[in-house]
């Protein structure tokens, strides 16, 4: 087995931590004007070897943590790992489990306790989760989709854990749920009319109802994105088309922490005109609003992830978007302003968007959700590292910030030059 992967001393992060403890007072929107990105390497694969999807997250008190796992294209010496700040903002990384094909595909998530649980699916199919890095459980045996996993856990308004994944059956959707390491599963039913499952997210609503977003090809042949909700009494999910394309690139599922309602976003591909659109939705709780964020004929936007801002309750989503000339695979961001105007910024102009054996690898968008909100996003870099971007407060820092801002940050800059 591998060692643990190489640390990165981050004082970048270190940057960023004084930042949030100098504008600890001030009440503010996490997006005020145009986001200032921080970056923060989490670590680098050994030779051969690769970082699967990393799947972000913060506790209450504004720790960020992220899962993740550095896979090999035989599967052997794979290793799961979840990963968190200490005080000064170095990286500390946590092996949650080291065997052969382990981690395809994780997701992480706290509970009120601030205590984290992070899922992950194994190359046989296999479904864990490990509760506060002590109690393992296997939520599935076997069955789960290994050639487009699909995986999402989080946490409800009471505390319980709930998960989804797909499964090898066709339009399969798995659920699981619980606390404190202890979960049930069951089938949420099967999504009709189709073949294949290639994205699949779940939120639950302020009722405790859970509600679905799947990227998947239909048995015609198309490719669609479809929404599926549990129903208010129990029973069979019931689902439908929202939109079909050429190609359905990415999906994202969130709900809004000041109102309850279902929001969602997704890419799509129409290869007659070349165009790549980014749309999002909201529900009114009747229906869904939809607008598009983006349009392109120049660029394809691929996968993304949805949050909000627990401040101002705006919604931001991260995206990839890979140019077509000259040929560039960058990492973007998306956010709503005051005037509800959607606006755009780039987080790294160099990442990379799939993996040695051609699985996509999506970023993961988080809110601190302690004082003032502000958005972080994990991704793989162009080196193949899992780097973590940070838009800290934007409070004028004192002198003495200001220089250790300049030693800090000048060296990362000039490695993102190079």
Known sequence: MHQPVRLVRNLSFVVVTLIMTL????SASAIDGTPTWLYSPVGAPPANMFISSPS?????????????SVTHNTGVGNTVYRSNTSGLGFWTHHTVEAT????????????????PTVAWVNGDGVVKTLFNNTTLQTIAASGANVNRPALTISHDLT??????????????????????????????????????????RLTTDHTGRRHAIAGARLTSGANAVIVASEPISGGSWTS?????????????????????????????????????RLMYAKSTGTMLV???????????????????????????IAYEQKVTSPFAQQIQFAYMNASSVWQTSLID?????????????????????????????????????????????????????LALLAMCVFPLARRRRA
């Open 23 to 26: 504008s600890f007072q001030r």
């Open 56 to 68: 972000l997250a913060f506790d209450h008190y504004g720790v960020p943590s992220v899962a993740w």
């Open 100 to 115: 052969t094909g382990a981690g395809i595909l994780t997701s992480l998530s706290f509970d009120r306790s601030e205590r």
């Open 159 to 200: 505390g319980t854990l709930r998960g989804i994944y797909s499964t090898q059956t066709a339009g399969g959707m798995m659920g699981f749920s619980g606390a404190n390491g202890s979960h049930t599963t069951g089938s949420l039913g099967t999504l009709p009319g189709v073949s294949n499952v290639f994205d699949l």
């Open 240 to 276: 439908s088309i929202l939109a079909t394309a050429d190609d359905v690139k990415g999906v994202a599922i969130a709900t809004s922490p000041t109102d309850g309602k279902i929001a969602l976003a997704y890419t799509t591909l129409d290869s007659t005109t070349n165009t790549s």
């Open 290 to 316: 939809t607008t598009q964020v983006q349009s392109s004929t120049t660029a394809v936007f691929e996968d993304i992830d949805l949050a909000f801002d627990r401040s101002d309750g705006r919604p931001a």
């Open 349 to 401: 102009a160099t990442a990379s968007l799939d993996n040695a054996m051609g699985l996509p690898r999506r970023p993961s968008l988080a809110f601190d959700d302690y004082g003032t909100s502000w958005p972080a996003v994990a991704y793989i870099d162009a080196d193949g590292s899992l780097m973590v971007a940070f838009d800290p407060p934007g409070a004028a820092p004192e002198p003495a910030a």
